[in-house]
Every structure is written in structure tokens, then in C-alpha cells.
């Protein structure tokens, strides 16, 4: 007797469906009704994940196995997250990978997507290739893998936030993510500020409320961290070569006061990325990751628990934001 796993047919009028099918179907509908924000919300989460291995990715020109992990994550999502705004979104990533590569082929223009869809389907194709076969080649896990995967990142966070609210490409980073503050609505502030003070009690708090009244005038937690996440991360690719300071002190005290919760005394200096890496990475999973259920999801195997090249672009995400 067939399993009930196995594929059937169903004829109705002389139609045929199979389980597979139709089940693919359910799934390709409902990923169109799914807000664009929530596919950006996706990408940003993976950029707060990566700086819970930075300091591994930033000093280390062999990075281990679990911030290889998260660099694989990080482009099987960017490929989910662009394919969402694309219009070609699938329920796989098998299927995923395809209809990238389908769109590399056939780009229009060079300036329709945020990158060269070439060498970008090729990172997401051998990704996919090592999530789904577990003897399968990894992909490369140098230094250099990982710079690039940030610098797609950089590239696709802009492409995305120009499209969620029609500003200009020449604005900068937080240019941009203040345009998108400006679009969310003053109960989604509240309710976020809301987990914020619950999480934190009164009684404890409320030294801190006079900064999380002028945060809250702008925008919730959730996106405060992750402008500050997109801040730091950006940074991060030029670090090798900047003598190992991203940029002026004071550029990141302003980014730690983003946070709802912060260091009063940062370390010294050679540490304080690292500090603010660390600091992000906790608000994100004290007042977000707790309180969500975000969209998609690569769910990559884990191991254990460009209209620009990147030798263009990583001196452009450093002096944009000089």
C-alpha cells in the first residue's frame, strides 16, 4: 500500500494535483502576503547575529565554525530578502537559488538591482548547496568570504530601505533608516518602549527614562538597535586596515545611546567595538527576539549548538559615514 507521505493525485473536471503541489501553492500565496518590511526586519536580524561573532570574523583570517555558520545564514537570507522585494520569492531554498539564478540571467539593466546578480547567485547557490547536502564542499570560510557577504548586505539594507520609502540612494545609511522611523506608526513606539520598561522595571529604570522618552519621539527599540547594528557592522570590513579603530570615539558613544540599555563606563578604546557589539547583540535578544516572531528564516544547517566590487564598496561604507 502507498505511503501516506508519498504524492497522490486528485482529479476533479479533469484537473490533477498533487500534495507537493498544492502544498507549494499554499505556501508561494502566502509569501505574497507578507509586508516588504518584514523581509528588511529579516536582514537586519541576520546583521544583529553577525556581530555575536565579529570579533572571531574581524581578527581571524581562518573564522570557526559557528561564524561560518552565521555568514551562511546571512546570504541564504539576503537571497530571501531580495527575492521577497523582487517579486520572486520561493518557499525553498533550493527553489530560491533557482529563481536567483533565473533573475541573474535575465537582468534588464544594470542599475535594477542593488548588485550584479552573478557572483552574488553564485554565494547563495554554494550555500545552499552545503545546507542540503551535509557532505557537501563548504563554502569558502575566509576572511575575505565574510567581507564580501557584509558588503552585500550594506548594499541590499540601502537598496531595500529606498524602496520601503522612496528616498533617494545618495542619503546616508542613517539617513535612511530615519526616513523609514518617520513611517512607523506611533503605536508600534509605545508597544516597543512598553516591553522595554516592563523588562527593565520601574524601580531600576528610571534613571533612563528621560533618553528613552527622546528615542521614543523617533522610533521603537527594535529599530534603534538595529540602526545601531548597521552602524557598526558596516564598519567593521575596514578594520583590518584602519590600524584597529573603526572611527572617532564620540561617533560611537552617540550609537551606544541608541540602545535602551548601555555601559555607563565603556572599556579602553582597543575594546569598545567589541563592547558595542556585545551591547546590541543583548538588546536585540532582551527587547526584540523575546517579543517577536520574525518573518522566514533560513534555518541553515547548524553545526553544532555589485554595481560595486568590494575593493569599491568597503572604502564607500567607511567614508559615508565619516
Not at 581562518?62 to 539576503?78: C, G, I, N, R
Not at 533618553?211 to 521614543?216: C, Q, T, V
Not at 584597529?244 to 578604546?269: I, M, T, Y
Amino acid at each position: 500500500m502507498r505511503s501516506k507521505t508519498q504524492n497522490f493525485s486528485w482529479s476533479s473536471n479533469g484537473i490533477s494535483l498533487c500534495r507537493a503541489e498544492r502544498s507549494s501553492k499554499i505556501l508561494s500565496g502566502k509569501s505574497r502576503a507578507i509586508p516588504l518590511e518584514n523581509a528588511w526586519q529579516l536582514l537586519s536580524k541576520r546583521m544583529v547575529e553577525q556581530l555575536s561573532v565579529a570579533e572571531q570574523l574581524v581578527e581571524s583570517a581562518s573564522p570557526s565554525t559557528e561564524a561560518h555558520y552565521q555568514t551562511v545564514k546571512l546570504y541564504l537570507d539576503m537571497a530571501t530578502s531580495f527575492l521577497m522585494f523582487s517579486g520572486a520569492y520561493a518557499p525553498t531554498c533550493r527553489e530560491r537559488s533557482k529563481r536567483l539564478s533565473l533573475l541573474a540571467q535575465n537582468a534588464r539593466a544594470v542599475d535594477e538591482y542593488p548588485f550584479p546578480l552573478f557572483d552574488f547567485a553564485s554565494h547563495v547557490e554554494a550555500c545552499t548547496r552545503w545546507k542540503l547536502s551535509p557532505d557537501e564542499e563548504p563554502p569558502s570560510s575566509t576572511r575575505s568570504h565574510w567581507d564580501t557577504a557584509v558588503v552585500y548586505a550594506w548594499l541590499l539594507w540601502r537598496w531595500e530601505l529606498a524602496r520601503l520609502t522612496g528616498a533617494s540612494h545618495r542619503l546616508r545609511n542613517f539617513e535612511l533608516i530615519q526616513r523609514w522611523f518617520e513611517r512607523e506608526p506611533l503605536r508600534e513606539r509605545l508597544r516597543g518602549w512598553r516591553v522595554v520598561l516592563r523588562q527593565c522595571g520601574r524601580r531600576h529604570s528610571w534613571r533612563h527614562w528621560p533618553r528613552w522618552a527622546r528615542l521614543l519621539r523617533q522610533a521603537s527599540p527594535q529599530l534603534w538597535i538595529y540602526a545601531a547594528a548597521s552602524e557598526l557592522l558596516f564598519s567593521l570590513p575596514s578594520f583590518s586596515t584602519s590600524g584597529g579603530r573603526l572611527a572617532l570615539d564620540a561617533k560611537w558613544n552617540r550609537v551606544r545611546d541608541w540602545l535602551p540599555l548601555a555601559e555607563h563606563d565603556p572599556p579602553p578604546d582597543q575594546a569598545r567595538w567589541r563592547a558595542l557589539a556585545s551591547e546590541i547583540v543583548r538588546n536585540y535578544q532582551e527587547f526584540v527576539a523575546e517579543t517577536r516572531a520574525p518573518f522566514g528564516g533560513s534555518d541553515a544547517k547548524h553545526p553544532n549548538l555589485v554595481r560595486e566590487t568590494q575593493r569599491e564598496a568597503i572604502p564607500r561604507m567607511v567614508d559615508q559615514e565619516a
